[in-house]
C-alpha cells in the first residue's frame, strides 16, 4: 500500500532540502572521506595501544559524547507531527490575519503534544496536564499557539512558575517521584496557593489521562487579541476541538499502561497517522467585544479562569489536520522551539500577567537548550518566508548573510533590508492605552479562587465526579503529611462539600472546621498570599455542559483498537462478518492468541497472529471480541491470562462481545454475574457491537466493575 502519511506541504518541501538519505550509499566521515572499518580502531599492533593519531575514531566518538542536549525544563515528554490547518469561514470583522482569511491557504502546521512534569523517557499515561503547541507556518510569519488540553493554568503570574514547578517536579534530595504531582511538596505548594485549585481539579479530572492525544481538547488558555484592519481589537480565547470527541482510560488502566507500552500515547499517534487515519480538531473562538471587557465575574486576563462556553459560544472557524509523522524524532521533535511570543498582524497579546512572562522565557530557555541565538535556523524552527534582518554571527550560524552592511540605517546596502510599511503587512503592537503607577501586585480582580473549580466540579457526570474523588483520594493518600492533607481537605470543602467528605472518607481523616494555620497567614511575609486568598464563592452559572466529556462526540469507532480473541477453529463466518463492519467503519482488529505465529480458523484458513497472549495486555485495547468455535474455546481456556484480558475489560466498563461458543469463555469471567450490562453483547448484530464500541465505555457498570479483583 502506498504510504499515506508523505502528504507534503510547503514546509515539508522546505524540510527536504536538509534531509539525508542513506540508502545504497558508501560510509563517510563528517568530511566525506570513505570509511572501509568502523568496528577497529587504529593500534600499534595487533593487541597493541590505541594510536591518538586515529582521527576516525576521535571523530566518531567526539560526536557521541555529545550528541545530548537538555531536555526541556517542562513538557520533556513530548511527540510531534506535521499537518495543515484550513480555514471554513474568514473573519476579517475580527482579525486581519492572511491564516483567518483566506479560506483557499492550507497553512502548514507542527504540533507537539506533551506530559510537563516528566521526563524525556517518562511514560504517556502519567496523571498530569497535557501540552498542545501548534506551530502554524503563516505566509505572514510563523504563529506558536503553545497551549494545553485544559482551558485554564495553575498560576496567575509568571513570577510563581519557577515555584510551581519546583514543587511538581521530583523531589530534590532522592529525585522521587518521577512523573506523577501525588507527593508532599506539590500539594505543601497547591494548599498555600488556592489560586492553583481550578487547573488541579482538572488535573484530578479524567482530561489527565486520555485515551489518546488525537482524543482531547486544545486550548491557547490566556486571552488574546484579534486585530482587525481598522486596528480595532476584540477579545479571543481559542479552543480546539477533536473530531474523535474527549475520551479518558480509568487511572487503574493508566497505571498498569504505563507497564505495558510506556509509549502508548505515542505509539497511538504514530500508527494513526501512518494507516492514514489522520487526526483532526477544529479551531474555535470565544470573541468578547473590547467594550465587555469588564462585563464578567472574573477578569479576562487571570488564566485561571475560563469563559464558560454558555456564557460565550465556541464559534468554529476552521480545522487542522496531522497528516504526516517526523522523518527524524530529533532534528524535529526535539529540536522544535515553541514561543509564545510568535505572533503575526491580526493577533496579540493581552496583559495576562501569565502570558507576559511567557514572553521571556521560552526564548530565553532556548538559549541552554538548544545552544545558540540561531535557534531559528534549525529547519524544523524556519518560517516559509524569507528572514532578512541585521543580527548576525553566534554559535552555530548557518547562512551566509552577503552584503558590506550589517546595520540600519545604512546607505552602503542600499538601505537594505528596508522596513515594511503597514500597507505592506509590517506587524504593528496594538495600541492600548495604558495610564498606571508602577506597582508589584495583584489585581484584587484575580481574587476569586473558588467559582469556578466549583462550576467545573458541578458540571461533570457522576461517573466524572467519582473519578474526581478517587483521584484526590490517590493523591492526597500518597502524601506522607497529615497536615497537608487536612488543609487540602479544607480547600476542597471550600469547592464541594461533598466532594471533600468523600475523599475524607477515603483518607481516613476529618475535614477540619479550621486549617491549622489561618489560611491568611499561612506563609505571613508573603503579601500575595495575604491578598489573594479570600474563600468566598460566587455562583454564576449553575454548570456548563462543555465542561463535561459525557458531552462530547460518541459518532465514531475510528482507530479503536478491538483484541479478537482466537485460537485454532474459531470460527470464520462470525470473524468475518464482524471484521468487515467493524474495518468499514475505521476499527483496528488484532488477532490475540495463545501463541504467536500463524492461527487457523475453523475452514481451515491461516491468519497472521497480531500478538501472543503474553506479549499484550487488555488495557491497551478499547473492546474485546471472541467469535465462537468448539476447539478455539478449549484453546483459550487453558490459557488462563486470557480470562485475566477479559476481566480486566469488564472492570475497565468496556464493550465485550462474544459469538456462539465464545459465551462459555465469557461465563468462566465476571462478566457471567452480570447479565444486564448494555456493552456485554452476546450474538449481536456487528451495528450493535459499533454503537457500543462508540459510547467508549459503559460508564453504568462503574459500581459493580470495582468489585473485580482485576
Ligand atoms: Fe510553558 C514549555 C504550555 C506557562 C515556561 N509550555 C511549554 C510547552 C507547552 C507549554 C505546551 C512545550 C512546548 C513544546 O512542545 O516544545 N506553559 C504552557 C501553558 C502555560 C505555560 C499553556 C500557561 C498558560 N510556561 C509557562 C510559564 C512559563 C513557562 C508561566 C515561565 C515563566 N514552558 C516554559 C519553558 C518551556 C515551556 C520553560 C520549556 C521548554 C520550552 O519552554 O521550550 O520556557
Redesign the pocket.
Known amino acids: 500500500m502506498a504510504k499515506k502519511n508523505k502528504i507534503e506541504n510547503q514546509k515539508t518541501k522546505d524540510l527536504k532540502q536538509f534531509e539525508t538519505d542513506a540508502s545504497g550509499k558508501v560510509m563517510t566521515t563528517n568530511q566525506g572521506l570513505k570509511v572501509n572499518d568502523t568496528n577497529n580502531s587504529l593500534k600499534s599492533g595487533e593487541r597493541g595501544s590505541t594510536l591518538l593519531e586515529d582521527f576516525l575514531l576521535r571523530e566518531k566518538i567526539t560526536h557521541f559524547d555529545h550528541e545530548r542536549i537538555p531536555e526541556?525544563?517542562?513538557?520533556?515528554r513530548?511527540s510531534?507531527a506535521h499537518g495543515h490547518f484550513e480555514l471554513y469561514k474568514s473573519i476579517p470583522e475580527y482579525s486581519k490575519a492572511g491564516i483567518f482569511n483566506d479560506t483557499e491557504r492550507k497553512t502548514p502546521v507542527f504540533v507537539?503534544?506533551?506530559t510537563?512534569a516528566g521526563s524525556k523517557g517518562s511514560p504517556d499515561l502519567a496523571r498530569d496536564v497535557r501540552?498542545?503547541?501548534v506551530k502554524m507556518y503563516t505566509e505572514e510569519g510563523t504563529w506558536d499557539l503553545?497551549?494545553?488540553n485544559m482551558p485554564i493554568?495553575f498560576?496567575q503570574d509568571?513570577?510563581k512558575?519557577?515555584d510551581l514547578?519546583h514543587s511538581v517536579k521530583p523531589e530534590p534530595h532522592r529525585e522521587i517521584p518521577q512523573a506523577a504531582s501525588a507527593h508532599d511538596t506539590f500539594y505543601d505548594f497547591v494548599s498555600h496557593a488556592t489560586e492553583t485549585l481550578h487547573n488541579q481539579i482538572w488535573a484530578m479530572s479524567d482530561r489527565a489521562i486520555p485515551r489518546s492525544l488525537r482524543m482531547m481538547e486544545g486550548?491557547?488558555?490566556?486571552t488574546f487579541r484579534l486585530i482587525n484592519d481598522k486596528n480595532e481589537s476584540h477579545f479571543v480565547k481559542f479552543h480546539w476541538k477533536p473530531k474523535l470527541g474527549v475520551h479518558s482510560v480509568t487511572w487503574d488502566e493508566a497505571v498498569k499502561i504505563n507497564g505495558a507500552d510506556s509509549d502508548f500515547h505515542r505509539r497511538d499517534l504514530w500508527d494513526a497517522i501512518d494507516s492514514g487515519h489522520f487526526p483532526e480538531w477544529e479551531l474555535g473562538i470565544q470573541v468578547v467585544a473590547q467594550e465587555d471587557e469588564h462585563k464578567f465575574e472574573f477578569d479576562l486576563l487571570d488564566?485561571t479562569k475560563l469563559i464558560p462556553e454558555e456564557m460565550v459560544p465556541v464559534q468554529i472557524i476552521g480545522k487542522m489536520q496531522l497528516n504526516r509523522n517526523p522523518e527524524n524524532f530529533f532534528a524535529e521533535t526535539e529540536q522544535?522551539?515553541?514561543?509564545?511570543g510568535h505572533i503575526v498582524p491580526g493577533i496579540d497579546f493581552t496583559n495576562d500577567p501569565?502570558?507576559q512572562?511567557?514572553l521571556?522565557?521560552?526564548r530565553?530557555?532556548?538559549l541552554s537548550?538548544l545552544g545558540s541565538p540561531n535557534f531559528h535556523q534549525i529547519p524544523i524552527n524556519r518560517p516559509i518566508g524569507e528572514v532578512h534582518n541585521n543580527q548576525r554571527d553566534g554559535h552555530m550560524q548557518m547562512d551566509i548573510p552577503k552584503g558590506q552592511t550589517a546595520y540600519f540605517p545604512n546607505t552602503l546596502g542600499g538601505g537594505c533590508p528596508h522596513l515594511a510599511k503597514m500597507a505592506e503587512g509590517a506587524f504593528h503592537s496594538y495600541e492600548e492605552r495604558i495610564d498606571a503607577k508602577k506597582i508589584r501586585t495583584r489585581s484584587e480582580s484575580f481574587s476569586d479562587h473558588f467559582s469556578q473549580p466549583a462550576l467545573f466540579y458541578r458540571s461533570l457526570a457522576s461517573w466524572e465526579k467519582q473519578h474526581v474523588t478517587e483521584a484526590y483520594i490517590f493523591e492526597l493518600g500518597k502524601c506522607t503529611q497529615k497536615r497537608i492533607k487536612e488543609r487540602m481537605l479544607w480547600l476542597i470543602a471550600q469547592i464541594d462539600t461533598d466532594l471533600a467528605k468523600n475523599v475524607s472518607k477515603g483518607l481516613g481523616l476529618k475535614i477540619p472546621k479550621e486549617i491549622d494555620q489561618p489560611i491568611n497567614q499561612a506563609i505571613g511575609a508573603d503579601a500575595d498570599v495575604k491578598n489573594h486568598q479570600p474563600p468566598k464563592k460566587k455562583n454564576y452559572l449553575d454548570s456548563d455542559p462543555a465542561l463535561s466529556q459525557a458531552n462530547t462526540k460518541f459518532d465514531s469507532i475510528e482507530t479503536r483498537q478491538i483484541a479478537v480473541l482466537v485460537a485454532d477453529g474459531f470460527s470464520m463466518s462470525d470473524f468475518s462478518a464482524k471484521k468487515k463492519a467493524l474495518e468499514k467503519e475505521g476499527a483496528m482488529l488484532k488477532l490475540i492468541a495463545p501463541h504467536g505465529g500463524m492461527v487457523v480458523s475453523d475452514d481451515n484458513t491461516e491468519h497472521e497472529v497480531d500478538a501472543a497472549i503474553m506479549t499484550t495486555e487488555s488495557v491497551l485495547f478499547d473492546a474485546v471480541y471472541i467469535p465462537g468455535g468448539k476447539k478455539s474455546m478449549q484453546g483459550l481456556m487453558k490459557e488462563s491470562k486470557f480470562k485475566k484480558f477479559i476481566n480486566e475489560a469488564f472492570k475497565h466498563c468496556k464493550t465485550i462481545a462474544a459469538d456462539h461458543e465464545g459465551e462459555e469463555l465469557l461465563d468462566k469471567t465476571f462478566v457471567a454475574n452480570y447479565n444486564d450490562d448494555k456493552a456485554i453483547l452476546i450474538n449481536e448484530k456487528p451495528a450493535t457491537l459499533i454503537k457500543s464500541i462508540a459510547q467508549h465505555r459503559n460508564w453504568d457498570r462503574m459500581q459493580i466493575a470495582a468489585q473485580v479483583p482485576a
Open positions: 526541556r525544563i517542562v513538557h520533556a513530548g510531534g507537539r503534544f506533551s510537563v501540552g498542545f503547541a503553545v497551549g494545553n493554568f498560576i509568571a513570577m512558575f519557577p514547578v486550548f491557547g488558555i490566556h488564566p522544535v522551539a515553541f514561543l509564545p501569565l502570558l512572562g511567557r521571556f522565557s521560552y530565553d530557555t532556548q537548550r
